[in-house]
């Protein structure tokens, strides 16, 4: 058995996951989840939400299962600490502020620019993201002053702010700033990227084929 069984739909934001897991070299069985027939008994069992990415981690005191992007990236970092991708004690604040921050406030600007909410006036004060202006220029000031979340050095909080920016990006939902770009390019040279998405980007064209057979 290995050492982490991973649920993900190719190409959704277990992809964040697969890249987080290539990172630290774990060990793990990947689980596909077919998005149109929706999640198995199996994936609910562990995650009631029945939502992708979500891990177990068969550890010597037992079986520890993880859901949630943002957690799921924290973990792996922390058990697999030989990896180098968890904070120092220096880097902590900024880590854990900017995980924090990309799985809430940064997440939730990027789904009101995808699903085209609008807030009524003066609910900024009570919504956690504020404004999406707001957020987009938090985002803009830290990666405009420093190369990586925590400085100098690539963290797991590049995995996760970074596949943020870039598949939303991508998708044309985020109007990426000049100081997104350059951040993104330098986190995409990482080896372990191109592994996990060489991996999720034939998945996904399994699924497609098998799709297009029924
Ligand atoms: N808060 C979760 C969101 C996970 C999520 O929405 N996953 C989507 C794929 S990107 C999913 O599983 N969709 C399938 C479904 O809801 O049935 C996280 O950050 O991991």
């Known amino acids: 058995m290995a050492d982490i069984d991973f649920y993900t739909i190719p190409m959704s934001r277990g992809a964040i996951v697969r890249w987080a897991l290539h990172e630290v070299g774990a060990d793990y069985q990947h689980h596909i ?3 149109a ?8 069992a562990l995650n009631p939400m029945g939502k992708v990415p979500t891990i177990v981690h068969h550890a010597a ?3 520890h299962v993880v859901t949630e992007a943002a957690a799921i990236c924290t973990y792996l ?6 990896a180098g991708l968890a904070p120092t004690e220096a ?9 924090y921050f990309g799985a809430g406030p940064f997440e939730s600007a990027i789904m009101v620019l995808n699903t085209g909410f ?13 404004t999406v202006d707001r957020v987009l220029s938090a985002v803009d ?6 190369d990586y979340v925590c400085g100098d050095r690539f963290t797991m909080a590049d995995v996760y702010l970074c596949s943020q920016i870039s598949v939303t990006t991508m998708m044309g939902i985020l109007p990426a700033t000049e100081a997104m770009k350059a951040y993104v390019a330098r ?6 990227l191109a592994e996990a998405r060489g991996i999720d980007f034939a998945e996904f064209e399994k699924q497609q084929a098998a799709q297009s057979e029924t």
């Open 37 to 44: 027939k929706g999640p198995g008994a199996d994936l609910l």
């Open 61 to 63: 005191d037992g079986d």
């Open 91 to 99: 880097e902590r604040a900024d880590y854990y502020r900017w995980m």
């Open 187 to 192: 986190c995409e040279v990482r080896p372990a």
């Open 77 to 82: 970092a922390e058990i697999y600490p030989d």
């Open 33 to 35: 989840v077919d998005a």
């Open 141 to 146: 000031g830290l990666l405009s002053g420093r």
């Open 118 to 130: 609008v807030a009524e006036e003066g609910q900024e004060k009570s919504l956690g993201y504020g």
